[in-house]
T-cell receptor, first 110, second 115 residues
Framework: GDQVEQSPSALSLHEGTGSALRCNFTTTMRAVQWFQQNSRGSLINLFY???GTKENGRLKSTFNSKESYSTLHIRDAQLEDSGTYFC????????????FGLGTTLQVQP | DPKIIQKPKYLVAVTGSEKILICEQY?????MYWYRQSAKKPLEFMFSYSYQKLMDNQTASSRFQPQSSKKNHLDLQITALKPDDSATYFC??????????????FGPGTRLTVL
């Protein structure tokens, strides 16, 4: 079935550094969303992409539907960036179903 | 002001009982969803509704029944509760389900524990 493979599962960064998270999709997806889940468990919307690249502050995300992957780049990491990051892909049907990856737990250290 | 309200925030139930999880959205959206997050599992899609009509049901068990009394409400009734039902249940909404305005926004969740 449709799956989302997210990597890495865990990531540790020092403040001021950066890295990339990646999601691979086993089938063609229509769009991707990226979320941060904070310590209270709330899901915060970061990006929604049907194609291309979007940037917001220190975050940048790309969705390549032809090659079935999406990336989330974090630069100049801050302590408040710590949390779990999820990608979620929208399937090709019209039901709005999102398939989530397992998440990347990011810890930013001083 | 919170745009998607879920009640209660925490819920403890005994095995075999029935509970209703409440979801209201004030974003003016036409599509609403339920997802479940269990320990060590990805967030799982359960249901989607568009204009109060069921679009998709990925829940194998009929013990889970969504109820849409108003356009901006999508409650989730769970009967014959089992310990395996323990999870955080998230409600979400989007402007539409299948078009370009399909970005979903999530409520704060209801954490259900079944003893």
């Amino acid at each position: 079935g449709d799956q989302v493979e997210q990597s890495p599962s865990a990531l540790s960064l020092h403040e001021g550094t950066g890295s990339a998270l990646r999601c691979n999709f086993t089938t063609t997806m229509r769009a991707v969303q990226w979320f941060q889940q904070n310590s209270r468990g709330s899901l915060i919307n970061l990006f929604y992409l049907a194609s291309g690249t979007k940037e917001n502050g220190r975050l940048k995300s790309t969705f390549n539907s032809k090659e079935s992957y999406s990336t989330l780049h974090i630069r100049d990491a801050q302590l408040e960036d710590s949390g779990t990051y999820f990608c979620a892909a929208r399937t090709t049907g019209n039901t709005g179903k999102l398939i989530f990856g397992l998440g990347t737990t990011l810890q930013v250290q001083p | 002001d919170p745009k998607i309200i879920q009640k209660p925030k925490y819920l403890v139930a005994v095995t075999g009982s029935e509970k209703i999880l409440i979801c209201e959205q004030y974003l003016g959206h036409n599509a609403m969803y339920w997802y479940r997050q269990s320990a060590k599992k990805p967030l799982e899609f359960m249901f989607s509704y568009s204009y109060q009509k069921l679009m998709d049901n990925q829940t194998a068990s009929s013990r889970f029944q969504p109820q849409s009394s108003k356009k901006n409400h999508l409650d989730l009734q769970i009967t014959a509760l089992k310990p395996d039902d323990s999870a955080t249940y998230f409600c979400a909404s989007s402007q539409d389900a299948g078009g370009i305005l399909a970005e979903q926004f999530f409520g704060p969740g209801t954490r259900l524990t079944v003893l």
